[in-house]
Every structure is written in C-alpha cells, then in structure tokens.
C-alpha cells in the first residue's frame, strides 16, 4: 500500500539558516511525488512537484529512488517561509496520498 | 479568478443528524476531490469524479458517506446519522483533468469543519 511518512510534525530554524523538511514515501509503482503549503490563513496549494525539477521560492526537491525519499530544502530560510508542508504521492488514478505535515516556524 | 467555494464554512452537528456539504469547482474543472483531514494529520482522500461520474469511491470510510456530482459541476458531500468520529476539516479539490495541466496539481478549497457533538 502507498504510504507518505513525514517524520517531523514541528520543524524550527532561524532566518538565513539552511532548512530540510523530510518526507519518506513507500509505493510500488513509480512514483509521482509533490510538496502542498499551506500558509496562515490560506487554502493549501501546490508548491513544487518532482518531475519538474523546478525550485520555486527558493526551495528544491530531489526524488531519490534509492532511499525512497523527497526532501524538501532551502538553502536561507525567510520568515515568510513560515507554513504548514505536505508531502503527496500521487497513486491510482488522480488521488494524493499526503503525508501528516510539517509546521515550520522561522524565527527572525 | 474565483477559486473553489465550499459552504458551510463552520457545520455544527448533533450525534445522529445528517449533514450536506457543498463544493463548487473551479469553472471548466473536469476533476473533483474529497478530503478528509483530521485534526493534526494531513488530508485523507475520499472520493474523485471525473465530471459526473464517481470513478473511486474507495477512501469513503462507511456506507453513511455518499458524494454526488449530477451536472458535472457542483458536488454534495452527505454524510448520514453523523458520529464524534466524523468530526474533521472536509476539503474540496479541483483540476483540469486528465492529461491537462500540471499534473498533480490539485485546487483546494477553504474546507468545511465540521464538529459533531
């Protein structure tokens, strides 16, 4: 079965510091993993997906098959970072499995 | 542009009723989602149309659940003879659908929570 493991529920660093939210995934199939943020306040939107290879705002995520990982990292945290994360696989036809979430709190 | 809308925002409800949650997706969204997020944990998958028909039912929790979406448009959660256990955030999720998009790429709505006393 599709599982999406977040190991930590609270994560705090101070600004400039270099942040890594972790996610753990366990799938059969080939995997399709996302980061969701959900700020303050707001509804819970896309931030980045692997197959894009993209880095928005400042954060990147690599796919390591190997270790079946999808780290989420920014080299200078913002306070503006500030948010919930999510972890998602997408699995069987369209529907995200997520992990339980990330609060990270970046003090000034 | 209007994002998805879910009403009520705030549902209060006593053991026993039936209660009715609303979505409206993004206009020309062919995909719609449920979710149900527990305090403390992230969204747990319910059910997905693909405009009006309901392709996976399987994360529905029990036969007091049902979802319908007859237009394609606007979806009705209902959830009957309502538990504490169902107390939770219910959130609503649209795309373009299949093959359109970025993949993946889901529009949530502001949920409704709902308190089941």
């Known amino acids: 079965a599709q599982r999406v493991t977040q190991p930590e529920k609270l994560l705090s660093v101070f600004k400039g510091a270099p942040v890594e939210l972790k996610c753990n995934y366990s799938?059969?199939?080939?995997?399709?993993l996302f980061w969701y943020v959900q700020y303050s306040r707001q509804r819970l939107q896309l931030l980045l997906r692997h197959i894009s290879r993209e880095s928005i705002k400042g954060f990147t995520a690599d796919l390591n098959k190997g270790e079946t990982s999808f780290h989420l990292k920014k080299p200078f945290a913002q306070e503006e970072d500030s948010a919930m994360y999510y972890c998602a696989l997408l699995t069987s036809g369209s529907r995200l499995t997520f992990g339980e979430g990330t609060q990270l709190t970046v003090n000034p | 542009g209007a994002g998805v809308s879910q009403s009520p925002r705030y549902k209060v409800a006593k053991r026993g009723q039936d209660v009715a949650l609303r979505c409206d997706p993004i206009s020309g969204h062919v995909s719609l989602f449920w979710y149900q997020q527990a305090l403390g944990q992230g969204p747990e998958f319910l059910t997905y149309?693909?405009?009006?028909?309901?392709?996976?039912k399987s994360g529905l929790p029990s036969d007091r659940f049902f979802a319908e979406r007859p237009e394609g448009s606007v979806s009705t959660l209902k959830i009957q003879r309502t538990q504490q256990e169902d107390s939770a955030v219910y959130l609503c999720?649209?795309?373009?659908?299949?093959?359109?998009?970025?993949?993946?790429?889901?529009?949530f709505g502001p949920g409704t929570r709902l308190t089941v006393l």
């Open positions: 999720a649209s795309s373009l659908g299949p093959g359109q998009g970025k993949v993946g790429e889901q529009f």
């Open positions: 799938y059969s199939g080939s995997p399709e």
């Open positions: 149309f693909q405009n009006e028909a309901q392709l996976d």
